[in-house]
């Protein structure tokens, strides 16, 4: 049985999806309430997998945790804490607990996270594991084994439409999408004339592309992202528009802004959907949506 | 090719000799010379800490190139001060320990970490070239070696952290698939980037690994 999500996917509806993180502990009360708040406004929610290369409870858990909830999840799976072995494992296991979507990562680096000195694995890479989900849905395993019980996956990637340079982005893409992506989730977009560009391009490929839709909450990390985070450009006048705002309302005005821009992306039927990352405020995620129009 | 060392905290050789008293220094011509983590001016260095340290010093010698045969001839050498000696320690990389190993059965006490195979790129840098895989791509990859020159050594192109052209992990090192796209498309060849590399086979000659030439 096809996923919900692939169903949604097909439909040709404007799509939404959201993401929550696992704990770092067993603690899984706010995760549960953001799953409550919004598994019913999304076509489906993303698990993150130890984000940022810092241990948490995993993506899988959090993906149960999903089903077990009556939602939709998309279970986020980097190749940077397992080797083929072990994401073949968890994939198989995924499908039988009705995980039946997957976002194939490579992975952060893990200098950049809280176990600075752990072995990277990255004995797959993202292209890698999205081959790998195929050959897993042919019935067969990394070793050429047939498998007793298949899987079948809604499988997806990430793209990022501001990378400089983005020439050798755009070769993986393509090769992404040979490997049978069939959606991409982007790294946050800001700037709707550069994003309308990529989708110039992108909009032959047949696959799905969901913008990428990060809440600015304020300023400052506005700033800081467009400064320090690889493959994010914040326009000034964005910064400007938030440093404008009084202290208090500065999130209102992210907010805002993230309503306006998924509410430009979807009239103007630029891309195929939205991914919308709180990072931390899932809470106002309905809002965003509200001032979207959604 | 150059086998990149660097010198152990002071600390910590102290505390690998613990018990051990009367230490033959050894140092390398070659590669531990170059980065000044061996050489007979490090050895002299190491002589004065040790004897700081309370050790007494039995004796030491710079071999000219400490991983092949002329070890064996330094050890011969060297053989009654080493014989009078509690162990040895070396100022060669991990090779030269292995093998002053073949010929004498002291205990041998690295002073150096072996990082990495590599070249001298400028004077005084040194830059990781080979990882030895042994499933050479750089007849695909323009000649840099991804495993080696990105981070988390992708083969089948860049990862999302790459960013004007640096790799995620220091804001100083160049991503190696940023030069590895600039340098096929000036070679004009971009289709071997287009190809999926398969996941690699890190057993191509499983450890412990060996080869017998006939």
């Known amino acids: 049985m096809v996923s919900r999500f692939k169903e949604a996917l097909d439909s040709g509806k404007f799509l939404i999806t959201s993401e929550v993180a696992p704990p770092k502990g067993t603690n899984l009360e706010k995760l549960l309430h953001h799953i409550d708040l919004l598994k019913d406004k999304v076509d489906a929610l993303n698990i993150t997998d130890h984000q940022s290369s810092v241990m948490r409870f995993p993506s899988l858990g959090g993906a149960l945790a999903v089903i077990e909830k009556g939602g939709e999840p998309i279970m986020q799976m980097t190749c940077r804490d397992r080797n083929r072995m072990a994401l073949e494992a968890d994939l198989l296991f995924a499908y039988s607990r009705g995980i039946k979507n997957v976002l194939c990562l490579t ?61 050798p982005q755009l070769i993986k893409f393509e090769k992404k999408i040979e490997a049978g992506a069939e959606f991409f989730q982007t790294q946050a977009i800001y700037d709707l004339e550069n994003f ?79 991914h919308i990352m709180a990072i931390g405020r899932e809470e106002v995620v309905p809002d965003i949506l509200a001032a979207a129009g959604l | 090719m150059k086998s990149i060392t660097r010198q152990k905290p002071i600390e910590d050789i102290q505390k690998s000799l613990n018990g051990l008293d009367k230490i033959f220094v050894v140092g390398c011509g070659t590669c531990t010379t170059m980065t000044k983590t061996g050489g007979i001016e490090q050895v002299e260095e190491m002589k004065v800490h040790l004897q700081e340290m309370g050790k007494r010093v039995t004796g030491s010698t710079v071999i000219p190139t400490a991983c092949d045969d002329m070890t064996e001839v330094a050890m011969k050498e060297n053989e009654q001060f080493i014989r009078s000696s509690d162990a040895i320690l070396s100022m060669s990389c991990a090779l030269g320990v292995h093998r002053m190993n073949l010929y004498i059965d002291k205990p041998i006490i690295p002073a150096v970490d072996t990082l990495f ?24 990859t323009a000649g840099i070696c991804p495993i080696t020159a990105c981070h988390k050594g992708l083969v089948n192109g860049p990862c999302g952290g790459t960013n004007n052209g640096k790799c995620e992990v220091d804001k100083e090192k160049d991503c190696a698939w940023t030069l590895i796209y600039n340098r096929l498309k000036e070679q004009g060849r971009l289709d071997l980037m287009r190809q999926y590399q398969p996941p690699r086979n890190h057993h191509i000659v499983p450890r412990p690994r060996s080869v017998r030439v006939q």
Request: glycine share 12%; with cysteine.
């Open chain 1, 107 to 167: 992975g952060d680096a893990v200098p950049v996270g809280d176990h600075k000195e752990a072995k990277g694995v990255f004995d797959l890479d993202s292209l890698q594991l999205l081959m790998t989900v195929r050959q897993l849905m042919e019935g067969q395993d990394l070793g050429g084994n047939n498998l007793d019980g298949g899987v079948e996956f809604c499988a997806g990637a990430i793209v990022t439409p501001e990378a400089q340079p983005i020439e």
């Open chain 1, 196 to 274: 309308t560009k990529f989708m110039d391009y992108a909009r032959p490929f047949k696959t799905k592309i969901l913008a990428g839709i990060v809440l600015l909450s304020s300023a400052r990390m506005a700033k800081y992202m467009t400064e320090n985070v690889p493959g994010i450009f914040v326009p000034q006048a964005l910064i400007d528009e938030l440093s404008g705002a009084p202290k208090e309302e500065m999130l209102a005005k992210g907010i805002e802004i993230a309503g306006r821009t998924i509410a430009a992306l979807k009239n103007g039927a630029v891309c195929d959907g939205v």
């Open chain 2, 117 to 140: 195979i590599g070249v001298e790129e400028t004077p005084g840098y040194f830059r990781e070239a080979c990882a030895q895989c042994g499933q050479c791509l750089l007849g695909e």
